[in-house]
């Protein structure tokens, strides 16, 4: 995954309350922004080792990326023989990468299955403030919620459930 930082005028909804002030100064919480006039493009996760389409070189401007993750608590095999009880994004472990450009607004929307028994979140190292969505994502199984951050920093990061730091 390429990229990011909460930036001025990003903008963020947790379990689909809209937070009307708060946050760092500087920043805009729960407001529409330039980033909704971007045109959106839904990226299709797909599981590791596979990357999911993409340009490699960002063609026209800044997008908004739409991506969805499932939470799965699932039992996997993990060498011949061994189980451990997973928590994974999409099923797969790791979980899939999302591609973007910098520039790019990524909006994610996080599903935890009434399926499932415990509270998740993400946490995205590319992403900073609010322990990269990690406090603004806490999600109980049968809820979903959505976060929107915007792509600063080049690079590849890892992205992770932190629930409890
Ligand atoms: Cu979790």
């Known amino acids: 995954m390429a990229a990011t930082s909460l930036v001025a005028g990003s903008y963020l909804v947790a379990k689909g309350a809209q937070a009307t002030s708060g946050g760092l100064e500087g920043f805009t919480v729960g407001t529409k922004t330039q980033a909704d006039a971007l045109p959106r493009v839904k990226q299709k996760l797909v599981p590791p080792p596979f990357v999911p389409e993409h340009d490699q070189v960002a063609k026209g401007g800044p997008k908004l990326i739409e991506v969805e993750l499932t939470v799965v608590e699932q039992e996997m095999e993990v060498a011949d023989g ?68 915007k792509a600063t920093k080049v690079g590849t990061f890892i992205y992770h459930c932190a629930l409890g730091v």
């Open 82 to 149: 061994v189980y451990m009880q997973a928590m994974t994004f999409n099923g797969s472990m790791p979980g899939p990468l999302i591609i973007c450009h910098e520039g790019d607004y990524v909006e994610l929307t996080l599903k935890n299955p009434a399926t499932n028994t415990m509270v998740h979140n993400i946490d995205f190292h590319a992403s900073t403030g609010a322990l990269g969505g990690g406090e603004l994502t806490n999600v109980a199984p049968g809820e979903q919620v959505k976060l929107r951050w």
